[in-house]
């Protein structure tokens, strides 16, 4: 096996029985799967085994991608991309779709926000079965009144439910990360709430709050209200508060209020 790239932050899942403890999340036979990053192909053996209706990898490195392409030039339910997922607009490509990956560490957080704002609401995927970093898994999960709530939690939570199924030891990984995995599996949330018109400024509203964490929201939020609106939001919002001491419905409304602007 050849050596992973640290540039794309390539650690290939080699232990058999948690590729196939992935792939059992969900019922994949006859639907749409779409892998994310399949590096040396694990996860897309056993996705292939269970025999979906179509298959779309997206693969950057160059190698790998011709690789996969000449596995697999014979079968036609199966598209490759040698695309950069990030530059990528892969929301066109899906169709009810089940989304796999086991995402480089550096850009997990930037793919998931990539996902999260596609236009379309409800979505066309219906579940994704995600790979990141322990810490990482932590924030998107991150419970208001806890340590790891935060921005990427509030925004993960407005379109998705989130659940955690399982660690993955270093040990499972060629190279061997210094740090624990988490499986998390994500399936779009219909629950009625404050209606966003576009997930970026939802975004834009969380970044300036959470930029300043531990300090009262008073002088951030002048960033994005001015006078007459601050004194509209007083109303309804104590501006001595911290951010974390907000309510994710919280920054839906305000964000709904901005863009009512």
């Known amino acids: 096996m050849r050596y992973a790239k640290k540039s794309l932050g390539q650690n290939y899942l080699a232990d058999s029985n948690i590729v196939k403890k992935i792939i059992n999340l ?97 979505p066309d995927y219906s579940a994704l079965i995600l790979m990141f970093q322990k810490e990482m898994a932590q924030r998107i999960i991150g419970e208001f009144n806890t340590s790891k709530y935060g921005r990427l939690s509030i925004l993960a939570n407005y379109r998705l439910k989130i659940l955690k199924k399982f660690d993955v030891s270093p040990n499972c990984f060629f190279p061997k990360p210094k740090i624990t995995s988490t499986i998390l599996y994500l399936k779009p949330n219909t629950k009625k709430i404050e209606r966003i018109k576009n997930l970026e400024n939802l975004e834009k509203i969380t970044n300036i709050l959470f930029s300043n964490k531990r300090k009262m929201i008073n002088k951030s939020i002048k960033k994005i209200f001015n006078i007459e609106q601050l004194e509209v939001i007083k109303k309804n919002l104590d501006l001595k508060c911290r951010p974390s001491e907000l309510r994710p419905e919280k920054y839906y409304e305000l964000t709904k209020y901005f863009e009512s602007l």
Do not use: C, H, R, W
């Open 26 to 122: 969900t019922n994949i036979n006859n639907k749409n799967v779409l892998e994310i990053g399949p590096g040396k192909g694990a996860l897309t053996k056993e996705i292939l085994k269970n025999k979906p209706k179509s298959l779309i990898l997206i693969e950057k490195d160059n190698i790998l991608f011709n690789e996969l392409k000449f596995q697999y030039k014979d079968q036609k339910n199966i598209i490759i991309y040698n695309k950069d997922v990030l530059k990528f607009n892969f929301e066109d490509k899906l169709k009810n779709t089940i989304i796999f990956g086991n995402l480089p560490y550096n850009i997990s957080s930037q793919i998931l926000a990539k996902i999260i704002k596609f236009k379309k609401y409800p």
